[in-house]
């Protein structure tokens, strides 16, 4: 008797089949390639996935990703997504957006994010600049640079993403180079992988306005080595396991520092952290509501077998009956 073999998905599947609209060399190529490489490789059929894009080039790439998805408002993808997720948590939820829309207007967002926990990938296209708007400094650009763009140096000093995920509760972090394409993919299984909210940040050129840190510097021509290397190939061990005391806490959370402080000559990518003692969101609301695995909103029928609603609002207008 012949065995049915499941298809396997393949990377090309999670395509458009229209043109991608970056400027030639852009970093995103690298992102959104990686993610249909990623999607493939876990081999998570289309109509299981949604992607999230804010405002800016980044916020595009959720277009370029042939699943379920929207291109919400600057730096609002995060309340999207986690009510996305929340009410379908068979989804699985990816945010795409860039450091400005993150962690600029939408630093109130990414910081709530942490605090929940819930089960989301959250990718940043970290290139230093608004490219979209033409070239201003975004929030990650170093204190004194100035890109070609801008009239004087950075008056401001720069978030480190990696940091504020940290402080703010993500459960997984990780940075990848938008032109490690197999570095990109094996962190983005891992991080869609994480049961929990997953921060990657991904090192990404934008050759049409940040004239500082492009792809020659990131080689390291100026330096005479790579900027770049990966922390686990140094044997860096990123776990907090789930019984870990206070002192391993600690152990672990300083080596952390130490690495997502370390920018210049050498520049760290590679995963971070992978904490396991906090609980998801999804867990929280279970134990609250203990139906609500059963219950999740996407999972309740809206109408009978003759097509009428089954929702009752009778209850809502009593209540508010003056
Ligand atoms: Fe990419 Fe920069 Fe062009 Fe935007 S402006 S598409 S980030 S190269």
């Known amino acids: 008797m012949a065995v049915a073999v499941k298809p396997k998905v393949r990377a090309k599947e999670y395509k458009p089949d229209y043109p991608i609209d970056w400027c030639p060399g852009c970093g995103d190529f690298g992102i959104v390639n990686a993610i249909h490489q990623a999607l493939a490789r876990l081999e998570i059929p289309r109509h299981k996935v949604a992607v999230f894009g804010g405002i800016g080039c980044s916020g595009k790439a959720q277009y370029y990703v042939n699943t379920y998805g929207i291109h919400t408002l600057h730096g609002r993808p995060v ?33 709530a994010a942490g605090r929940r926990n819930v089960n989301l990938t959250y990718i940043l296209f970290d290139n230093e600049v608004y490219g979209l708007t033409k070239g201003q400094a975004a929030p990650t650009l170093p204190l004194g640079l100035r890109t070609k763009a801008m009239a004087m140096e950075n008056i401001q000093g720069a978030v480190n993403g990696l940091m504020l995920a940290c402080a703010t509760g993500y459960t997984w972090i990780g940075r ?21 909210l997953a921060f990657l ?14 792809k020659e510097w990131f080689a390291g021509e100026d330096v005479g080595h790579p ?19 206070k002192a391993l806490m600690e152990e672990k959370m300083l080596q952390f520092y130490r690495k997502a402080n370390e920018w210049g000559d050498r ?32 999972k309740q029928p809206l109408a009978d077998e003759d097509g009428t609603t089954l929702a009752d609002l009778t209850p809502i207008f009593q209540e508010h009956l003056v």
């Not at 990848?176 to 929990?196: F, R, S």
Request: glycine residues 8%.
């Open 176 to 196: 990848g180079y938008a032109y490690n394409i197999k570095q990109l993919v094996d962190l983005l299984v891992q991080a869609i992988e994480h049961p929990g």
């Open 267 to 298: 520049i760290p990518t590679g995963v971070f952290l992978v904490n396991r003692n906090v609980s998801t969101f999804e867990e929280r609301l279970a134990e609250r509501f203990p139906a609500y695995k059963a219950v999740a909103p996407a």
């Open 227 to 245: 900027r770049l290397y990966d922390l686990q190939e140094e044997g860096y061990d990123p776990v907090i396991p789930e019984d870990a005391d």
């Open 79 to 111: 309340p999207f997504a986690i009510g996305t997720r929340l009410a379908n948590p068979e989804l699985y939820t990816l945010i795409v957006s860039g450091d400005g829309d993150s962690l600029g207007i939408g630093a109130g967002h990414f910081v």
């Open 201 to 214: 940040d991904v090192l990404q050129p934008c050759p049409t306005y940040n004239n500082l840190h492009t």
